[in-house]
């Protein structure tokens, strides 16, 4: 349950109740508390004194508990975060469903992306004092340190002696103690670039002991790595997951990290307002039909065409189909459709994409321009720029999705830490024609035949939704199908998988991909045998000998056995 102590506020674009409409929300009812299966962003007034504003689901944190924070698009749709919500949440410690009145109203993507990071930082300081209230209590106890942070001295095969990490793990978590006990303001901007120094220097402390030395030539990335799994056991970096623009935000944020260098008074040098704190403690950061890669295109084939794909739909296909598919040989009937498709995208550049264009309208949304293929805003903080080491960037994409063209959406792959996954499952004309409000065929006839000599067309709100535009909406509500997705790429691409499992990526995806093979190979036990290129990278995985259980070496190890 949340308290409150406001009323809603009633600017939200989505309001606080499910179902409720946006025109009736200014009749909503004061309220001193806010049902969580009823409620869905945590964007009320008067709630800074509450110190957990998330929906948690499992409550008992373990080492590695990644919190997920939801960043949702410009047309903000309640349904999709709902159903991402209601899939993550018991499925994830701590996850967080916030409203970004800048990402609606397409104000500045910098400014997008540092509300983002200062939301992800707090989520970030809310879950490291939660485990900070444990971790207090065995700091000075050096068994159970081992058993929370799952030391394990065997998964080394006694290479190193682990009672030398143990050893700095007490005045590891009074640092992060510290840390949090900053000022609310400066933590905001700096809790994430203040974890990642005590995470380096702690690597360098690594370095000058043994560990490591079983592997000289990478014993740094080795040292690297083990911190990092011990300040993800006191400071969970996060999950990411944005939706269209969100996803786009959620990009430039990670890309553009603060530098970890302080003053001499202990305020972070990098004040740029292009660069994002939060940027340093993100594991991974997936993107649900965004233009990561390039930026899109206002008249992208998917809105160029959308009016003839909604006359086609609606009228010219069932024809053929009443034709028995013979219409479709005529010569004439084609000429027809190409000369209608012509006069109909005519009429939707002049019409639905060069408003778009209108100087007004890209001053009152400035994200718009910003967000154009090769913007000068792309170019500089976008364009070339890739998830940084020990970072992973997800991008996943459904076919029928026009609403922006794929090469904007798909990332490229020679970088290593980037992975584009494909939704499959279908999105069948029945489900369009649910979301499609009735039409009859004489109003059917009638825009048919205006398109087709270029005039425009009125339809009710909801006649034109098509197929091409609608995936871009429907995707997000269907969640499941991206973990199947998500898993059906790894057990059916053996390169896909391979790629994953790099050391660059992040700990927590390589271990996430490692589980995925594990569950196949309890169900079939020669799974890995026609695929030497997957179990050669396993097998360099599990070399790295991280004595860490909750490791990708150890899960690597639990495959082999």
């Given at each position: 349950m949340?308290?409150?102590?406001?009323?809603?506020?009633?600017?939200?674009?989505?309001?606080?109740?499910?179902?409720?409409?946006?025109?009736?929300?200014?009749?909503?009812?004061?309220?001193?508390?806010?049902?969580?299966?009823?409620?869905?962003?945590?964007?009320?007034?008067?709630?800074?004194?509450?110190?957990?504003?998330?929906?948690?689901?499992?409550?008992?944190?373990?080492?590695?508990?990644?919190?997920?924070?939801l960043v949702h698009g410009t047309i903000v749709k309640e349904d999709s975060m709902f159903s991402l919500r209601d899939f993550l949440q018991p499925k994830v410690p701590n996850l967080d469903v916030q409203y970004y009145p800048n990402i609606t109203n397409g104000k500045k993507m910098e400014d997008c992306g540092r509300d983002v990071s200062r939301n992800v930082n707090r989520v970030r300081i809310d879950t490291t004092k939660e485990k900070l209230n444990d971790l207090k209590k065995i700091k000075d106890n050096p068994e159970k340190l081992r058993a929370h942070f799952g030391i394990n001295q065997g998964l080394c095969q006694n290479k190193c002696d682990t009672e030398q990490i143990v050893r700095l793990l007490p005045d590891v978590i009074t640092e992060i103690e510290g840390i949090t006990k900053r000022g609310k303001k400066d933590l905001q901007d700096s809790f994430s670039t203040r974890v990642k120094a005590v995470e380096l220097k702690l690597a360098d402390q690594l370095q000058q002991t043994d560990f490591g030395n079983w592997d000289k030539a990478n014993k740094e990335n080795i040292c690297k790595k083990a911190a990092a799994a011990i300040l993800d056991g006191i400071a969970p970096k996060a999950v990411l997951v944005g939706l269209s623009m969100g996803g786009l935000v959620a990009h430039i944020m990670a890309v553009n990290p603060k530098e970890v260098a302080f003053d001499e008074k202990g305020q972070l040098k990098d004040q740029s307002k292009f660069t994002y704190d939060a940027a340093n403690g993100i594991a991974i950061y997936s993107s649900l039909g965004a233009p990561v890669e390039n930026?899109?295109?206002?008249?992208?084939?998917?809105?160029?065409?959308?009016?003839?794909?909604?006359?086609?739909?609606?009228?010219?296909?069932?024809?053929?189909?009443?034709?028995?598919?013979?219409?479709?040989?005529?010569?004439?009937?084609?000429?027809?459709?190409?000369?209608?498709?012509?006069?109909?995208?005519?009429?939707?550049?002049?019409?639905?994409?060069?408003?778009?264009?209108?100087?007004?309208?890209l001053k009152e949304k400035p994200a718009l321009v910003q967000m154009t293929r090769n913007s000068d805003f792309l170019k500089e903080y976008v364009i070339g720029k890739h998830a940084p080491a020990g970072v992973s960037n997800l991008s996943y994409y459904h076919p029928d999705d026009k609403f922006m063209d794929i090469d904007c959406v798909k990332l490229n792959e020679d970088h290593a830490n980037n992975h584009n996954i494909r939704v499959n499952f279908d999105i069948t004309d029945e489900v369009v024609n649910k979301a499609r409000s009735d039409l009859s065929v004489g109003e059917a006839m009638i825009a048919t035949m205006k398109m087709l000599y270029g005039l425009g067309i009125n339809l009710k709100k909801g006649q034109e939704m098509i197929k091409s535009l609608y995936a871009h909406e429907v995707v997000p509500l269907e969640p499941q199908e991206f973990l199947k997705s998500f898993e059906n790429t790894i057990l059916t691409d053996s390169r896909a998988a391979a790629r994953m499992l790099e050391e660059s990526n992040s700990d927590t995806l390589r271990c996430q991909c490692l589980d995925v093979i594990y569950n196949q190979v309890q169900k079939d036990p020669a799974y890995l045998n026609d695929k030497p290129e997957l179990l050669a990278k396993i097998k360099q995985v599990c070399a790295e000998n991280i004595p860490f259980e909750s490791s990708p070496s150890y899960k690597a190890a639990q495959i082999l056995k």
């Open positions: 949340l308290y409150t102590q406001g009323k809603i506020d009633t600017g939200l674009a989505f309001n606080a109740y499910k179902g409720v409409k946006r025109e009736h929300s200014k009749t909503l009812p004061s309220l001193k508390s806010l049902d969580k299966d009823k409620c869905c962003f945590s964007g009320i007034k008067n709630i800074s004194h509450i110190n957990n504003v998330s929906f948690s689901g499992n409550k008992q944190l373990t080492a590695h508990d990644n919190p997920y924070v930026g899109t295109d206002m008249d992208s084939a998917g809105m160029k065409e959308a009016r003839f794909d909604w006359c086609d739909e609606t009228m010219l296909r069932p024809i053929e189909k009443f034709w028995g598919g013979l219409l479709s040989l005529c010569p004439p009937w084609l000429v027809g459709k190409a000369i209608f498709k012509y006069n109909a995208i005519d009429f939707s550049l002049k019409n639905d994409i060069k408003p778009l264009s209108d100087p007004a309208h």
